[in-house]
């Protein structure tokens, strides 16, 4: 593979990014939470929508300024309805899932759940794109998996109301977030990976933006975030950075393949770690350490460069 290399870096750096994103995410979302539970999941669906909606206005002014706008004619091929479904599945369907998988089953178990969306998307590649995983790559995705649900799975005080539609709820965030990258991939065989994720913040922002104000009741909340340049600043600098997270994400899978660009991004999970720690001084279990460990383990294991005599899964 040309400049394989280099692919690991971005893909790593893809990662980070999401991983700012997240610690930034919480920092602007967590003072609406605080005392106002009972907006359950209308404040992330907000918060989310800001996200999104500010990842596509820089995207649209990235791609503005450098003219390539006008090829957004492309998303008219039959690639581009690929592009639009990933879009659909990522963003509202897989951001709705992840926030009820919260709200009825608590954060522990949504959280570990929607961690196993690297092995939706390793079988969904394999069987829709034909990308081969050898052996070592599928162990790699058992370990990186395992210890992003090992660090996601803390341990948690939380009642949860409604435990079984929870669980499913997190593991439909997974298959969403899953089928969205191979989905992505077939639709960037003749669509470049800016436009892609262009159009893909463009519409997941419009959705989660529609259902937020028209079919939930959360005005008030985009009131009470418009109130606040603190918090509206974190979010709307989540969302930017998201956007750059998401195209070399995109980049990264459409050229090293789906297993390895996944492998990869879940490396957000040590970021995110060592920035709650470094940053916001949060305490780290021995649990977290062992999950960021099998994560990295997992990592370096599909990252190897690749052996055409390894055994294809």
């Known amino acids: 593979m040309r400049r394989y290399p280099l692919w690991l870096m971005l893909g790593l750096l893809s990662g980070f990014l999401w991983g700012c994103n997240n610690y930034l995410y919480d920092i602007g979302a967590r003072p609406l939470l605080e005392g ?44 581009g309805a690929f592009l639009c479904a990933a879009a659909v599945l990522g963003g509202p369907l897989g ?23 690297p092995v939706v998307g390793c079988i969904l590649a394999r069987v829709i794109l034909h990308q081969a995983i050898t052996m070592r790559m599928g162990l790699g995705i058992a370990l990186a998996v395992t210890g992003a649900v090992l660090t996601a799975g803390t341990p948690s005080d ?77 979010l709307v600098a989540a969302g930017i950075i998201a ?15 789906c297993a390895r660009g996944m492998a990869l991004n879940a490396s957000y999970i040590i970021w995110g770690v060592l920035l709650q720690w470094g940053i916001g001084g949060a305490t780290v279990s021995g649990q977290m ?25």
Not at 62 to 74: D, E, P, S, W
Not at 95 to 113: D, F, M, R
Not at 188 to 213: Q, Y
Request: glycine fraction near 10%; include cysteine.
């Open 36 to 79: 106002n539970l009972a907006a359950g999941i209308i404040v992330p669906l907000v918060c989310t929508a800001v996200n999104d909606m500010s990842a596509a206005v820089s995207l649209l002014l990235v791609n503005g300024i450098r003219g390539a706008l006008h090829a957004v004619c492309t998303i008219f091929r039959r690639s």
């Open 95 to 117: 951001q709705l899932s992840y926030c009820l998988g919260i709200l009825w089953a608590g954060p522990t178990y949504a959280l570990a759940l929607s961690a196993l969306y």
């Open 158 to 234: 939380f009642a949860a109301p409604l435990l079984l539609p929870g669980l499913v709820c997190g593991l439909a965030a997974a298959f969403c977030w899953g089928s969205e990258i191979v989905l992505a991939v077939r639709g960037m065989e003749d669509i470049e990976p800016d436009l892609a994720i262009t159009l893909r913040e463009c519409i997941s922002g419009s959705a989660l933006l529609f259902m937020s104000l028209i079919i939930l009741p959360g005005r008030l909340i985009w009131e009470e975030i418009s109130s606040h340049p603190d918090v509206l600043g974190s």
């Open 243 to 257: 956007g750059a997270s998401y195209f070399l994400w995109y980049a990264v899978n459409r050229a090293i393949g």
């Open 289 to 313: 350490i062992l999950g960021c460990g099998l994560v990295f383990a997992g990592v370096v294991l599909v990252s190897l460069y690749p052996q055409k005599a390894e055994n294809i899964l």
